[in-house]
């Protein structure tokens, strides 16, 4: 393609001249105002979009404006945006709950009925191509001076081996020294108990005791006042149970109070079918989770880790498995204390990969090291040298191309909850190192919580946004974006986005090679902290400069799926000119956490009217599912994507 200035360049280039001389007359507001048009006609030169890039706004109609907090694009080339309740207590009151379907190709929206609040949830892409949603809020958080009840976590006991049991909602606990009583509002379902014998020693086998089982429900006071708040920690009768139920069920709690409620979580969860364009629920969790991470597994089985559960405590390491055969979970077995939406990644060797990123709840002295994961055996090698390892809150992790190289990269990050600490580091680790450690890759700019980060297909990684302090605190918001080439280990600046994202924002690698930038959850709207932040409804595309260039390659027929070791021709009037090819699993992503995109290179042979290209074999490195094609010229251009799937 070329490029001939439009009659709104040549006008700008003219008003911008002539308002810069006025200015040297006029004063600083004037010139401002002709700083805005100059800068205005310089980032729309060819010139510069082809040396950075260029920042628009999609035209989304004001009945399809959502607040985006999770992306996911979809094997059909669309991309579903999930708010959910959307972080509004008003909508969460109300029932209503949104997603939006958006065709890039069509520039269309659709209103996807959403059946449950999948505000922070957890998802990933599963084999067939649907995608996996689990878990989302129950109830918001109450601050400390909101909650009128006291209440909080109590513990139910089942010393009965036989039968478990379950309490029906509207079950009354009795203190029995302090006498007051607290009320559930949900079922509980406590495991029976547990017969321990010895195992050793000259009585091995003899029966010790009963390990009771337990159950975790939420209760509160009936009645409004501080007066109701217990104190220490309370053994509770159950004055509706009677006879041996009566006898082995109680309840255990430390303090009720009128202190600060957090997040609960749901265990709903659901496919989307991007066929339907519709969710379809699957069996529900066995454990709340809001916050939690979804972490695709060889075998095409999802791993959920952490989260707050029910009653708004982090789950104690209760990890479970997604079989999408049966559209069930099954616990792991084991436990693994990790803090909310943690970054998990599968490695070629099967094992994960941890690097730290997380969003926030959770100990600051717990699950917070860097490792690798085996699920075989539950063993976690810790892995040394990561800098400001107190600021991974907030950071992102990518996957670096290559993903045959295993190398990731670990950026930016913030202190534990809302700490005004921000990092500008980068870290980068070999996993595949003898003995892998992390070093420091080149610094962004500033301290940087929140950034995106997106896989491209010339193999460079687009880093934009994110904020200097907590949730945009004191007009931090970083209008910045850079390209990170791995080669040369260094960034290079681009062109500027025209809106701030921190909290709640998401990137997005389309089939065009373009990216969608949504979201934004900004605490505050002003410098001084003192007006609320609106959520950023306006979503931005970034067009790279690879798109500016003359001319792309192109890929036509070819299969539509391709098995692990085998090989496929496309058919192209590109190939001698095309350098390399590579399959990208697409993202699903929230609150900087995208463990689903990665970048595979592949084998390329090329004849005079095509390319054959052939997927490896290891089930690790490529996990089943859809994967975008792209093939890139000599000059680094990308082709637009063509859909494969790797059964």
Not at 150 to 170: Q, R, S
Not at 218 to 230: F, I, N, T, W
Not at 539 to 561: A, F, H, M, V
């Amino acid at each position: 393609m070329s490029f001939r200035p439009s009659r709104r360049a040549k006008r700008l280039s003219i008003t911008a001249a002539v308002v810069v001389a006025l200015a040297a007359f006029n004063g600083p507001a004037l010139y401002r105002f002709g700083s805005e048009q100059y800068h205005e006609y310089k980032i729309n030169r060819p010139e510069y979009k082809a040396e950075n890039g260029h920042w628009d706004f999609l035209d989304v109609p004001t009945d399809k404006k959502i607040n985006a907090i999770h992306s996911s694009l979809l094997h059909t080339g669309k991309v579903l945006l999930i708010a959910g309740s959307g972080n509004n207590q008003k909508n969460f009151d109300a029932g209503k709950f949104e997603s939006i379907l958006w065709d890039p190709k069509a520039n269309t929206y659709k209103k996807i009925p959403t059946p449950k609040d999948m505000f922070c949830s957890g998802h990933t892409q599963l084999g067939d191509g649907k995608l996996l949603v689990a878990g989302g809020t129950k109830q918001y958080e109450k601050l400390e001076g909101d909650v009128t009840k006291a209440g909080g976590l109590m513990v139910v006991h089942n010393e009965n081996p036989d039968k478990p049991i379950t309490l029906p909602a509207g079950t009354v606990f009795t203190g029995k020294k302090n006498g007051k009583t607290y009320v559930t509002k949900d079922p509980v379902l406590v495991e029976k108990a547990k017969k321990v014998f010895a195992k050793t020693g000259p009585n091995k086998g003899q029966f010790l005791r009963n390990e009771p089982g337990l159950g975790r429900i939420y209760v509160e006071a009936r009645q409004s006042g501080k007066q109701y708040e217990s104190g220490a920690q309370e053994n509770y009768a159950i004055p509706s149970l009677t006879g041996n139920d009566a006898r082995n069920t109680y309840g255990v709690a430390e303090k009720l109070a009128l202190d600060k409620k957090d997040f609960q979580g749901i265990r709903e969860a659901y496919e989307f079918d991007p066929e339907t364009e519709s969710y379809v629920p699957v069996d529900p969790m066995n454990e709340a989770r809001w916050y939690p991470s979804l972490t695709t597994l060889k075998d095409g089985k999802v791993l959920a880790t952490s989260g707050l559960d029910e009653i708004g405590q982090i789950v104690p390491g209760k990890d479970e498995i997604y079989n999408p055969k049966t559209k069930s979970w099954k616990y792991t077995g084991f436990e693994r204390r990790l803090p909310t939406y943690p970054s998990l990644f599968l490695l070629d060797s099967g094992k994960l990969f941890y690097s730290g990123s997380n969003a926030g709840y959770g100990p600051a002295d717990v699950g917070r090291d860097p490792g690798i994961w085996d699920l075989s055996n539950n063993r976690f090698q810790k892995l040394p040298g990561m800098s400001d390892p107190d600021q991974l809150e907030t950071s992102a992790t990518v996957m670096l191309p290559p993903a045959q190289d295993q190398k990731f990269m670990v950026i930016g990050g913030g202190g534990v909850g809302e700490s005004e600490k921000s990092t500008e580091k980068t870290r980068l680790i070999d996993t595949k190192a003898a003995n892998p450690s992390f070093k420091d890759g080149p610094s962004l700019d500033r301290g940087t919580r929140y950034p995106s980060a997106s896989l491209m297909p010339d193999d460079s990684v687009l880093v934009t946004g994110g904020s200097e302090d907590y949730r945009g605190r004191g007009d931090s918001n970083i209008l910045e974006a850079r390209s990170y080439d791995p080669k040369s280990n260094s960034f290079k600046r681009l062109a500027d986005p025209s809106v701030g994202r921190n909290y709640h924002s998401s990137s997005v690698l389309l089939p065009d090679g373009r990216v969608m930038i949504a979201g934004s959850d900004s605490l505050y709207s002003d410098k001084a902290n003192t007006r609320p932040g609106v959520f950023e409804q306006r979503i931005e595309i970034y067009t790279p400069p690879y798109l500016y260039r003359d001319s792309r390659p192109k890929l036509s027929e070819g299969p539509k799926k391709i098995a692990r070791g085998d090989s496929g021709t496309f058919k192209t009037q590109h190939a001698s000119s095309i350098k390399t090819a590579k399959l990208m699993r697409p993202s699903s992503v929230t609150h900087m956490t995208d463990m689903d995109q990665r970048s595979i290179a592949l084998d390329v042979k090329k004849s005079a009217d095509g390319i054959t290209v052939t997927v490896p074999e290891n089930r690790s490195l490529v996990p089943s599912g859809y994967y975008m094609l792209f093939v890139t010229d000599d000059q680094g251009t990308p082709s637009e994507a063509v859909w494969v799937e790797v059964p």
